[in-house]
């Protein structure tokens, strides 16, 4: 038993409840201190991303000054701040809680090994799942590929209740040094955007606990009908506090259950599309190079078409299509896109435009504020149809056939393209006060033609897929 400070290491857990982490932490009876630490992996992260985490980090230290503590926030290599702290505050150990991504396996293993073979203690910890990856298997002890088997598989699954948040916390008589957050500038790629995207963020842990109450009193009822139409509210919005921790998994899974058993009819769907989530993260800890390569390798000859004008007019929201359109404009407007939207967004530039996936995932990788490595990449891939998808490669999205079925009264698309109407709304609007300047777009233009007809676009995509696959 030693009484020697704990460090503990957060990064996409920025909450007190259903921390298991701090829950040891507190069990333990030893003085901590939290730390985050703005290091490589943390600089790679996209304008939109870093912007929103920069806002997580600020209200998880304000979360934690309630309870006595205070965040230190350092800059560098992890494994160099980590032993600088360990020097500073006479610690015995780092914890943490895992990430899965693999240049965060990289770090993190790296930087166990490092503090064990010096004799500390070197910790991690779940969190950040409802299961961990290797522990779902198949019955011959593989691992899924396919959702529906990972579904009936988890779906019944034992899920340990969430740790309430602590009371008290033992902390330091005497706190080591931290940087100021304001001078990380974490939003300084954002510009102008950051004060329209700002308007739709709900930060912090009890943000996203009234995110989920609301959500579970109303919406969740017609969740299996409604998840799918983007001009309604019906879904739980709760991606982007999932992605930086700001709410628990296990604390949002067992509300799930609980509405589920009070007969709340979209309850069952919610919890599967939880489960979505973490067959994301199975498939990326099992075939790590999902995030970098085609999942399925046959298509790494596939003639994938890279940058071009028709990328631009798709990025900029001015392909003429406007599901498609809408789609990214409400992602410049509110960080996010709405899941169904996403599908089309990405079909129409890996299909109708032949764009490379790639293309496509580093964009949202910039411009997401819900950005998630897991989910990010298996979206791209499946619906690109190199990826875990059990449908056949013909699949083609029409967006106008889409649009009527999912926005038959047009009530997205006008909400977000100024150009569709008379009298165009805020959010409209807004689009052209947060994208750069250097577009030069304007709400007085014509909204273009589009950049491809859909049922040419199709008929090359079929060709190359066909010739792909002949």
Not at 279 to 292: G, R
Request: charged share 25%; glycine share 10%.
């Amino acid at each position: 038993m030693t009484d020697k400070p704990l460090i503990l290491w957060f990064r996409r857990d920025l909450r007190l409840g259903d921390q298991p982490m701090l829950a040891a932490a507190v069990a333990s009876g030893r003085p901590v201190v939290p730390v985050f630490i703005q290091d490589p992996e943390t600089e790679a992260l996209g304008a939109a991303p870093k912007w929103r985490l920069g806002l997580a980090v600020a209200a998880f230290s304000k979360a934690l000054e309630g309870l006595g503590l205070r965040l230190t926030l350092r800059r560098g290599a992890a494994l160099e701040v980590l032993r600088a702290l360990i020097a500073e505050t006479g610690a015995g150990g780092v914890w943490w809680s895992r990430l899965y991504d693999p240049a965060s396996v990289a770090r993190d293993t790296g930087v166990k090994a490092a503090l064990k073979e010096a004799g500390l203690e070197a910790r991690s910890f779940a969190g950040h799942l409802l299961h961990e990856p290797w522990d779902v298997q198949t019955g011959q002890g593989g691992f899924y590929r396919v959702f529906t088997p990972y579904w009936k598989a988890t779906r019944g699954m034992v899920v340990a209740a969430p740790e309430p948040a602590p009371g008290r916390v033992r902390g330091m008589e005497v706190w080591p040094d931290s940087d100021r957050l304001e001078g990380w500038r974490l939003g300084a790629a954002m510009n102008r955007g950051a004060e329209v995207v700002a308007r739709y963020q709900a930060v912090g842990e009890d943000a996203a606990r009234a995110k989920l109450g609301a959500f579970l009193d109303g919406p969740v009822a017609r969740y299996a009908e409604m998840r799918d139409l983007p001009g309604v509210a019906g879904t739980s919005r709760l991606s982007e506090n999932l992605t930086y921790g700001e709410i628990g998994i296990r604390e949002v899974w067992h509300a799930g259950l609980r509405a589920r058993d009070e007969g709340r009819a979209g309850a069952e769907s919610f919890l599967r599309e939880l489960a979505w989530r973490e067959f994301s993260y199975h498939l990326m800890h099992h075939t790590p190079q999902i995030t970098t390569g085609n999942w399925k390798p046959e298509w790494d000859n596939f003639p994938w078409r890279g940058e071009s004008d028709a990328v631009e007019r798709w990025r900029r929201g001015m392909t003429g299509e406007p599901f498609v359109d809408a789609g990214l404009r409400e992602m410049y407007v509110t960080g996010t896109m709405h899941n169904r939207v996403r599908m089309i967004v990405g079909s129409y530039l890996t299909k109708h435009l032949l764009t490379h996936w790639k293309v496509g995932l580093a964009w949202f990788a910039d411009c997401l504020t819900d950005w998630d490595p897991a989910a990010n990449a298996m979206g791209w891939q499946w619906v690109a149809g190199s990826g875990p998808d059990a449908a056949p490669y013909f699949r083609v999205f029409n967006p106008a056939g889409q649009a009527e079925k999912f926005d038959a009264d047009a009530r997205y698309r006008r909400r977000f393209i100024a150009e569709l109407t008379k009298q165009p709304g805020r959010e409209a609007l807004a689009f052209f006060d947060a994208v750069p300047r250097s577009w030069g777009i304007r709400p007085d233009q014509a909204y273009p033609r589009p950049v491809v007809d859909l049922a040419a676009g199709r008929a090359a995509a079929l060709a190359a897929y066909g010739a792909r696959n002949a």
